[in-house]
C-alpha cells in the first residue's frame, strides 16, 4: 500500500520495526469493530514516530497490538481478530510462539501508559515493581536488582530515590508516578519504547519536565520511540515523523516539517484549524471539524472522512464516496504521503489559497 | 419568556456583576472519633476580583490550585469559608439554600464532564427542562417548545427530545449541558473545564458556540481551564491561579505578550507550541527573552503552602524575602495586576513589600 519498496510479504525488512498491513478486529454483539484496518509503517532506531488522531481511531489499540497484548487473556468468539505482520529487529512478531513474544515484552520493547495510578500495582511498593520487571528478564539477585531499580529512579529525576523506591504508588504525585512508570519501562534498555499519551494526564508544567525527560534517554539509550497522543503540540515537540490516524487507517505520514508545514490531507487540516494556537496571532473564530468521529462498526463507504470533508465534492464523479482511496507519496517529496482523491495540485492550492492564510 | 420576580431595571452599566472580596474557603481535616481538627486543605485563600458585566474572564491555573473550588463558591455550591461575593450588589455570601434559588436563575454552571453530569435514566427534555420545573416557571408556549428551542440553539436537532444521553457523542452531550445552562436565561455562566473532555475537533465546535451564544444571548461567562491556549481564545481578561491565590490578573494581550509574574512565564513557555521549526531546548534558568523555563518539581500541598510567596519553592528568582513575606496583589500596570516581589518588568517590588 505504499509506494516505497516493499519487501514481499513473510520477508525481513531492513528497518528496525516495521508494521504491514495490521488489521485488529474487534467481534462485538453490535458487529465488527475495526480498529485498525490495514496501518503499514516502519521506524528506524533512534528515531522518534508520533501518532497522532482523535479518541477511536486506532491509535491505542496499534500500541497494544505492537506489543502483542490483544490475544493475551482472549478466547473463542470474543477473541480479537488480528492480521497482518509484525518485524521487530529482523523478528516478526505475529506469527512468533507466545512465549517468545513474553520474552521480549519489557525487555526489548516497553511501554509507557497514559494514567500510571492504574498502570501500577497499588499493593506493592514502587521500587518492588520496577525490581520484579527487571528479575523478570534478568537472572540476578534481589539485591543487583534493587541497586539498579534506585540507579534508573535517580535518571528519571526522583529525589531520594533509595527512600522513595519503598513508597507505594499513592505516596506519590502524578509527575512522579509518570517518572516511575518510565523508570520501569526502561529498567531493561528496551529498543523500542512505546508512550500512548504518556502526558495528557498531567499539568502543563509537569508536562514539560516529562517530555524533555523523555527526548534526553531517547538521545541517551538511542532507542526507536513511538509516542501517541491526540495533542498536536506534544508531537511537535518529540516527533520526527507523523502519522495522522482517522477511522482506523492512516490518512497521512511524513516527517514532522513537512506534516505541520504542508499537510496535505482535509482531516490535518482539521485538526490544525481547530486548535486555538499560542504561537500565533489572535484568530476570531476557530475552524472545527463539522460533524463526529465515524462509528468503527459502520464506517461511511469511500473516503471514511468524506461524510465531515468540506471538499469532498472536489474530485470528480462522487469517488470519494464510493472508493477508498489508497495511501500515495506526495510528488516531490521525501516520505510524506497522504491518502486523498484530490490531486496534488489541488490539495496544494487549497492549502496556500485557503487553509494557510486562516490558521 | 418573562420570568416573574427578576428585577428589571439593571444598575448602571460600570458597576461589576460579580464581585468577590477576600473569599477563603478551607476544607478541613479531622481525625479520630471524636472528629478533632487536625488541619485544613486551603483550597482558595483570599481571592479578590470583579466580573464585569459581558466579560469572559478566564481562571487558568494547574491541578489543585483551587480554581474549580473558586468556580462553585461563586456559584454557591459551596459555602465560603470568610470573605464576601456579591452578585448585582447584593451580598450572596452565606445565603442560604432557599434564599439562593431565585439567584439561581441568573448563575449557571457548565460542567467539565459531559458523562457523568447528565442523569443517564433521564431524557434530555426532562434534563433540559428541569430548571423550569425546579423554579415553577411555565415558559411562552410551554416546556416542550422552549426545550426543543434551546436544543436548536445549542446546535442539536429538536426532535431528538425523547432520547438518552447515552444516544448522544462526547461533543453533544457537552451541547446538552450548554442548553440545560442557558434555559433560565442566566446572567452569569460559570463553566468548569467545558472542553477539557472533548477530541480536538470537537473542542473548536464547542468553543464556538459558547461564543456565538454570548454574542447572541448577552451573557458573561467565568471559564475555568487549565489549557493556556483555550484560555487565551476565549477571554477577555485572565486570572492566573497557583495555590489558592491569584498571581496574576490582566486582560488578554498583556497577560500573554508580557506576564509580569514568574510562575505566568513559566506557565506559558511549557505549552507545548505545535509547530517542530520552533522546537527549542528548554533551559533551567531562563536565558534572556525566548527561553523555555522548567519548573523543578511539583506544586506543594494546599494543606501546608510555603511561607511568604507560594511560588518561592519552585521559583528562580526567589530571594530571602520572598520566603518570609507574601506579596499582595498589586497594579503594576494599568489593569495588570501581580502578586510578586521580583516581576518581570525589571521593577522590584519587595521595598514597597517590605512597607505594607
Same mark, same amino acid.
Given at each position: ?95 512468533? =510462539? ?68 519503598? =513508597? ?192 | ?12 452599566? +460600570? ?13 478541613? &481535616? ?38 474549580? %473550588? ?28 432557599? +434564599? ?36 415553577? &416557571?411555565?415558559? @411562552? ?60 475537533? &470537537? ?12 454574542? @447572541?444571548?448577552?451573557? %458573561? ?16 481578561? &485572565? ?8 498571581? @496574576? ?20 513557555? +511549557? ?59 498589586? %497594579? ?18 519587595? +521595598? ?5
Amino acid at each position: 500500500m505504499t509506494t516505497a519498496p516493499v519487501p514481499a510479504p513473510g520477508h525481513p525488512p531492513d528497518a528496525f520495526l516495521e508494521v504491514r498491513d495490521l488489521r485488529i478486529h474487534f467481534p462485538t454483539d453490535d458487529g465488527l469493530v475495526r480498529s485498525v484496518d490495514g496501518l503499514s509503517f516502519r521506524l528506524e532506531k533512534g528515531r522518534t514516530l508520533g501518532i497522532v488522531g482523535e479518541s477511536g481511531s486506532g491509535k491505542s489499540v496499534t500500541s497494544l497490538g505492537i506489543m502483542g497484548l490483544h490475544t493475551v487473556g482472549q478466547y473463542g468468539r470474543r477473541r480479537a481478530r488480528i492480521s497482518g505482520e509484525i518485524w521487530l529487529d529482523g523478528k516478526e512478531l505475529m506469527s512468533a =510462539d507466545p512465549d517468545e513474544v513474553r520474552r521480549l515484552r519489557g525487555r526489548e520493547m516497553a511501554m509507557i501508559f497514559q494514567d500510571p495510578l492504574s498502570a501500577m500495582h497499588p499493593y506493592f511498593t514502587v521500587g518492588a515493581q520496577i525490581v520484579e520487571a527487571y528479575r523478570v528478564h534478568h537472572d540476578v539477585d534481589k539485591k543487583t536488582a534493587r541497586k539498579r531499580a534506585v540507579e534508573l529512579l535517580d535518571r528519571v529525576g526522583i529525589p531520594q530515590p533509595d527512600q522513595r523506591a519503598d =513508597d507505594y504508588p499513592h505516596q506519590f504525585s502524578g509527575g512522579m508516578r509518570q517518572r516511575a512508570m518510565i523508570a520501569m519501562a526502561l529498567v531493561n534498555n528496551p529498543e523500542l519504547l512505546i508512550a500512548d499519551e504518556p502526558t495528557t494526564a498531567l499539568d502543563v508544567t509537569v508536562q514539560a519536565q516529562i517530555l524533555d525527560l523523555i527526548r534526553d534517554l531517547q538521545q541517551e539509550f538511542g532507542s526507536a520511540v513511538i509516542i501517541i497522543t491526540h495533542d498536536l503540540g506534544v508531537v511537535a515537540e518529540l516527533a520526527d515523523d507523523i502519522l495522522v490516524m482517522y477511522g482506523g487507517r492512516c490518512v497521512e505520514r511524513g516527517p514532522a516539517e513537512q506534516v505541520f508545514h504542508r499537510p496535505q490531507h482535509p482531516y490535518t487540516w482539521g485538526l490544525l484549524g481547530s486548535m486555538p494556537r499560542i504561537d500565533r496571532e489572535q484568530t476570531e473564530r476557530l475552524i472545527p471539524v463539522k460533524g463526529s468521529p465515524p462509528s468503527l462498526i459502520d464506517m461511511p463507504p469511500g473516503c471514511a472522512f468524506s461524510p465531515r470533508c468540506p471538499y469532498a465534492d472536489v474530485p470528480a464523479g462522487g469517488i470519494t464516496r464510493t472508493e477508498r482511496p489508497e495511501l500515495a507519496l506526495v510528488p516531490g517529496t521525501d516520505g510524506h504521503h497522504s491518502a486523498c482523491h484530490m490531486t496534488h495540485e489541488e490539495r496544494a492550492r487549497i492549502w496556500t489559497e485557503e487553509i494557510a492564510p486562516k490558521l | 419568556m418573562t420570568i416573574p420576580g427578576q428585577p428589571s431595571a439593571s444598575p448602571e452599566p +460600570a458597576a461589576p456583576l460579580l464581585k468577590v472580596d477576600g473569599l477563603v474557603k478551607h476544607f478541613p &481535616i479531622t481525625k479520630g472519633l471524636l472528629r478533632r481538627r487536625t488541619g485544613a486543605v486551603q483550597a482558595v485563600d483570599g481571592l479578590t476580583f470583579d466580573v464585569r458585566p459581558g466579560e469572559t474572564l478566564g481562571v487558568v491555573g494547574e491541578s489543585g490550585c483551587g480554581k474549580s %473550588t473558586m468556580g462553585r463558591l461563586i456559584t454557591r455550591l459551596l459555602e465560603p469559608t470568610a470573605g464576601r461575593i456579591e452578585f448585582e450588589g447584593r451580598d450572596i455570601t452565606h445565603l442560604g439554600v432557599a +434564599a439562593m434559588r431565585p439567584m439561581r436563575r441568573d448563575v449557571q454552571m457548565i460542567f467539565q464532564d459531559p458523562y457523568s453530569s447528565l442523569n443517564p435514566r433521564h431524557t434530555v427534555g426532562t434534563i433540559v427542562g428541569a430548571p423550569f420545573r425546579l423554579q415553577g &416557571i411555565t415558559p @411562552e408556549g410551554g416546556v416542550k417548545k422552549e426545550v426543543q428551542r434551546l436544543l436548536g440553539l445549542v446546535g442539536l436537532n429538536p426532535e431528538h427530545y425523547n432520547r438518552y444521553p447515552h444516544e448522544f457523542s462526547g461533543g453533544q452531550r457537552q451541547r446538552i449541558g450548554i442548553a440545560r445552562a442557558l434555559a433560565l436565561k442566566p446572567k452569569l455562566v460559570v463553566a468548569d473545564e467545558p472542553v477539557s473532555a472533548l477530541d480536538v475537533s &470537537i473542542q473548536a465546535q464547542v468553543v464556538n458556540l459558547l461564543d456565538d451564544l454570548q454574542e @447572541e444571548l448577552g451573557l %458573561t461567562y467565568v471559564i475555568i481551564a487549565h489549557d493556556l491556549s483555550v484560555i487565551r481564545h476565549v477571554s477577555d481578561r &485572565i486570572a492566573v491561579m497557583y495555590l489558592g491565590k491569584i498571581v @496574576e490578573l490582566a486582560d488578554r494581550t498583556p497577560l500573554y505578550t508580557a506576564p509580569l509574574h514568574p510562575y505566568t512565564r513559566a506557565l506559558l513557555s +511549557a505549552v507545548p507550541v505545535p509547530d517542530p521549526a520552533r522546537r527549542t531546548r528548554r533551559t533551567r534558568e531562563p536565558a534572556g527573552g525566548g527561553g523555555r523555563i522548567l519548573l523543578r518539581g511539583d506544586v506543594p500541598s494546599p494543606i501546608s503552602p510555603p511561607s511568604g510567596c507560594r511560588f518561592h519553592t519552585r521559583c528562580w528568582k526567589a530571594t530571602e524575602i520572598c520566603a518570609r513575606e507574601e506579596p499582595p496583589l498589586l %497594579t503594576l500596570r494599568p489593569g495588570h495586576a501581580a502578586a510578586c516581589h521580583h516581576p518581570e518588568d525589571g521593577g522590584d517590588s519587595g +521595598a514597597r513589600g517590605a512597607v505594607t
